[in-house]
């Protein structure tokens, strides 16, 4: 299984809504990213995950909160976001955590904020 | 952050022709690059990857090479497919830094 899956695929939510994007792994990987990527544009890392703790926040605003239960899945909560949030949001998981090894993508969740 | 960049947006080649794919980087410290295709609506698929210690690798119809002196790194394909049709993004990292910046992608269009 060499799968990362998001759900859900598309998300439509108000300004004062509160969603949460999931993304799942069963390959024991270590290491969980957010990426956020605009149209045209190349993936922007958001967040980083290295053994179940935030490793790095690249200065992303409060509005987006991330999570982990566990090693196998990563959320992402989103709360009173603004219209310029909508994007494609990525998430990846890789072996190790050193960066040195490749990172795996899923579909991402395709998030219109109204 | 670092800055990875492309050198040209839009590459068409016909379809059985070679593509050569161009990224510069910035980041000397930068060890470890590995080349993305991305198919519209979908994520990041994994390609090739090299590290630092080696200037070529070699997969099935593509090559990486790697020139650490000038930063330069490129993906060739060879006899390309209309299948191959996507944008392809760069990505670098530095190790024990746990992060990937990506260059700013070149679209390929194949013509059948």
């Known amino acids: 299984d060499t799968e990362v899956t998001q759900t859900p695929k598309h998300l439509v939510m108000g300004m004062t809504n509160k969603k949460s994007l999931k993304c799942e792994q069963h390959m024991g990987h270590r290491a969980m990213y957010w990426y956020k990527q605009k149209a045209k544009k190349p993936p922007e890392l958001m967040f980083v995950y290295s053994y179940e703790k935030l490793s790095i926040n690249e200065s992303v605003p409060s509005r987006f909160s991330p999570e982990c239960p566990n090693s196998s899945l990563l959320n992402l909560h989103l709360h009173a976001l603004q219209p310029e949030d909508s994007a494609l949001y990525l998430c990846a998981s890789s072996k190790e955590t050193g960066g040195n090894t490749e990172a795996f993508f899923g579909q991402g969740t395709r998030l219109t904020v109204v | 952050g670092e800055s990875v960049g492309l050198h040209l947006p839009t590459l068409s080649v016909q379809e059985g022709d070679n593509s050569i794919i161009n990224c510069a980087y910035s980041n000397s410290a930068s060890d470890y690059f590995i080349w993305y295709k991305q198919e519209s609506g979908k994520g990041p698929q994994f390609i090739i990857d090299?590290?630092?210690?080696?200037d070529k690798r070699q997969g099935q119809r593509v090559t990486v090479l790697l020139n650490k002196t000038v930063k330069h790194l490129s993906l060739q394909i060879a006899a390309t497919q209309p299948g191959d049709s996507a944008v392809y993004f760069c990505?670098?990292?530095?190790?024990?830094?746990?992060?990937?910046?990506f260059g700013s992608g070149t679209k390929l269009n194949v013509k059948p």
């Open positions: 990505a670098e990292s530095v190790y024990n830094f746990n992060k990937f910046y």
């Open positions: 090299i590290r630092s210690n080696m």
